[in-house]
């Protein structure tokens, strides 16, 4: 704890010594002396608030006349504090020369028991004093005193509390304190402080607590669902503070304080918002979803997450792709996370429609009269469609156009599907001719087209007028031999330079006669 030195006594030779040494920090300067050295140290006694003070007391005789062996009696005392009475011994110990291995005696030992102050702190001041008499009968003495400051105990009462981490404590619950106390003496004043403001539990308590912490504390923690919160538990002796200690009490906001989160569902396709139908449609719809959160007692939203038409999405607001299938109930989902992690989930289902593209079946011209009776050498048309669009609900539109050059026919059937014959004629149509039409299909997205060639009129044979050619089954318009019904070979026959689909044959079984096809090129 400390060391304490006296200075050297004056022994009362007549001229100082010719060699100076220096021990422990004092120099000596005459032949034969006497120094006296103290060291305390401290016992604390916690539970009786005092402390021990242990002094061990020192001598050296330093001798420089001659090399022999003297022997002086030396007395070393101590008192704590400097009120109370000295605590003597002595002792005869033998000279010291230069620095040899008696250079520090022991003398003795002596104890003081020293009260603290109620607070724990404390100090107190010691004395030390020694003396010796010479050889003329003079006595020699020197006194060192210095003020020790004690070591403080720390006599603040210890506080416990029934929210510990596992006890599973809400908000709003009753939490109990319980507390230790140094001296039956001591009262408490138990505060916290929360969202930058202190709050008193209670005041004068003794040994125990209880209170119930408010229900909107829970704004001022947004970041955890469990929370702790610091105790200070102040110790006085009457109006003297002796000390503070402290415990955690831990919270957690109830299961029912969680976000909010509302999905809204509208359609995001300008074709479709134009059109105004109100339905939404596979491969023509898209869907924007919109999310809307809030936290709740002091939370905010971190993270959103979406889910429907087989995509997913982390943003407030979402807009999908074209709508993939069609369903009953498509389902889209978005969940909500704050910043306690607690989450929130709302689920919307619409109905999606089937849309498939217009189909045209088969197209037809068909030759007649002028009165729309079918004659194979008729120089009037009927076209005939069959046909499909999807209704959607009966709002999609329908439309069948025939175009031939410049003339155009249009109409709007009554069915979504089936098969139709125009009842306005195409005119004009030479029983040699050949006439290009176009069938267009068409909906409220696409236009279906598809091209027809009306042949020359029906005849079972016909010879090219001024030329070389022959047709079966249909006026002749060009050179050559063509065929324009079904024909069966029933002897062997042998073709050369034919082009059967596009490919070259060499040999084929038709109904079991052979057929050889050559080509000479």
């Known amino acids: 704890m400390a060391t304490f030195y006296t200075k050297w006594c004056f022994s009362g030779t007549s001229s100082p010594n010719s060699e100076t040494y220096t021990i422990d920090g004092e120099k000596i300067t005459y032949s034969n002396d006497v120094r006296f050295k103290y060291v305390v140290t401290e016992k604390v006694n916690a539970s009786a608030n005092t402390s021990t003070l242990v002094v061990d007391k020192y001598a050296i005789f330093y001798y420089t006349w001659d090399t022999s062996a003297h022997w002086l009696d030396v007395t070393s005392r101590s008192k704590i504090p400097s009120s109370a009475s000295y605590k003597s011994e002595t002792k005869n110990i033998r000279s010291s020369s230069a ?103 209670a005041e004068n308590v003794d040994t125990t607590a209880s ?43 109830p299961d029912e304080y969680v ?47 979406s889910s429907g038409n087989k995509q997913s999405f982390s943003t407030s607001e979402f807009t999908t792709g074209f709508l993939i299938d069609s369903s009953d109930a498509l389902e889209f989902k978005s969940t909500i996370t704050d910043s306690r992690g607690r989450a929130a989930s709302d689920t919307k289902t619409i109905v999606v429609i089937d849309y498939k593209p217009p189909t045209i079946n088969n197209v037809q011209i068909e030759r007649c009269n002028s009165d729309g009776t079918l004659n194979n050498e008729g120089t009037y048309g009927k076209a005939i469609v069959e046909y499909s669009i999807s209704p959607i609900n009966d709002l999609n ?7 031939y050059g410049d003339v155009v026919k249009e109409i709007t059937p009554t069915e979504y599907e089936g098969r139709y014959e125009f009842t306005e004629l195409f005119s004009g149509l030479e029983t040699t001719g050949s006439y290009d039409f176009i069938f267009e299909l068409v909906d409220a997205f696409d236009i279906v087209p598809i091209n027809y060639l009306l042949p020359p009129a029906f005849v079972t044979r016909s010879f090219l007028r001024g030329g070389k050619g022959v047709s079966i089954g249909q006026i002749a318009t060009q050179e050559g031999f063509h065929s324009h019904m079904d024909s069966e070979f029933h002897k062997n026959t042998k073709v050369k330079n034919i082009n059967i689909n596009g490919l070259k044959i060499e040999k084929m079984n038709v109904g079991g006669w052979i057929c050889y096809v050559e080509d000479e090129a």
């Not at 059109?275 to 809307?292: D, F, M, P």
Request: charged share 15%; proline share 2%; glycine share 10%.
């Open 99 to 201: 620095l040899d291995s008696y250079l520090w005696q022991y003398i003795g030992q002596d104890s003081f028991v020293v009260s603290h102050n109620v607070d724990g702190s404390g100090s107190t001041t010691f004395t030390g004093n020694g003396y010796y008499t010479g050889g003329s009968g003079t006595t020699y003495s020197k006194s060192v005193s210095a003020t020790i400051n004690l070591t403080k105990i720390n006599r603040a009462s210890t506080i416990t509390t029934s929210a510990t981490t596992n006890a599973g404590k809400l908000f709003g619950d009753e939490v109990t304190f319980n507390i230790t106390k140094k001296d039956s003496s001591f009262t408490h004043k138990l505060t916290f402080t929360s969202g930058g403001t202190t709050y008193t539990i």
């Open 211 to 253: 209170y119930t912490f408010p229900i909107d504390l829970i704004k001022n923690y947004p970041n955890a669902v469990k929370n702790g919160i610091t105790i200070t538990c102040t110790t006085y002796k009457g109006d003297t503070k002796i000390g503070t200690s402290n415990c955690t009490v831990y919270l957690s906001v």
């Open 259 to 305: 976000p909010t989160c509302s999905l809204a569902l509208e359609e995001a396709n300008e074709t479709m918002l134009e059109l105004g139908w109100g339905v939404y449609v596979k491969s023509k719809s898209q869907v924007k979803g919109v999310i809307t959160a809030n936290g709740v007692e002091g939370s905010t939203i971190k993270s959103y997450s």
């Open 397 to 403: 539109t329908k439309t069948i156009r025939v175009t």
